[in-house]
């Protein structure tokens, strides 16, 4: 099977990880092609210098399929931190607030989350005074400038 993929960036060289993982083995040879005008160690990629949160949007409903993506997406990161290249791969987890003005329904994608949680009425008060509502989880960093090479030698 012959497969390209647009884009060395991020989003691109994730796809092509998650291409080789799942279907070299079920289709047997595979051949995979990122096709890109830049790659990494070239620093004027939009992706190579900032670093991504996994933050999903704050929606009390999602489609089955945008959960299913979240819930891939999420379980990829958490098996590059569980292995020994996590530091090499840039995958490091990353605790943190988002805080509401006003009161909203908890996102659907709360059970997906590291220690999901409301923020308690003294967090509210001394850290975040005037907020009415937040929430406390742990997600991912992904720092660019070291995910990009190592993908690109996987």
Not at 49 to 60: H, I, R, T, V, Y
Not at 79 to 86: E, G, I, K
Not at 101 to 130: C, Q, S, Y
């Amino acid at each position: 099977m012959r497969v390209a993929v647009v884009g060395a960036g991020i989003v691109g060289m994730t796809s092509a990880l998650h291409i080789m993982e799942q279907c070299s083995s079920a289709h047997g040879q595979l051949e995979l092609t990122v096709i890109s005008e830049k790659f990494c160690p070239d620093n004027t990629m939009a992706s190579y210098g900032p670093a991504g949160l996994w933050k999903p949007p704050s929606q009390e409903h999602m489609s089955d399929a945008e959960l299913k993506r979240l819930q891939d997406s999420f379980d990829f990161l958490t098996s590059v931190l569980r292995t020994s290249y996590a530091h090499e791969a840039g995958i490091f987890l990353q605790p943190g607030y988002i805080v509401h003005m006003d009161p909203i329904p908890d996102p659907a994608w709360k059970d997906i989350v590291v220690g999901f949680r409301h923020v308690t009425p003294w967090e509210l008060t001394n850290l975040f005074p005037g907020y009415k509502q937040g929430w406390f989880y742990t997600t991912f960093i992904c720092q660019a400038r070291d995910f990009l090479p190592w993908a690109k030698q996987r």
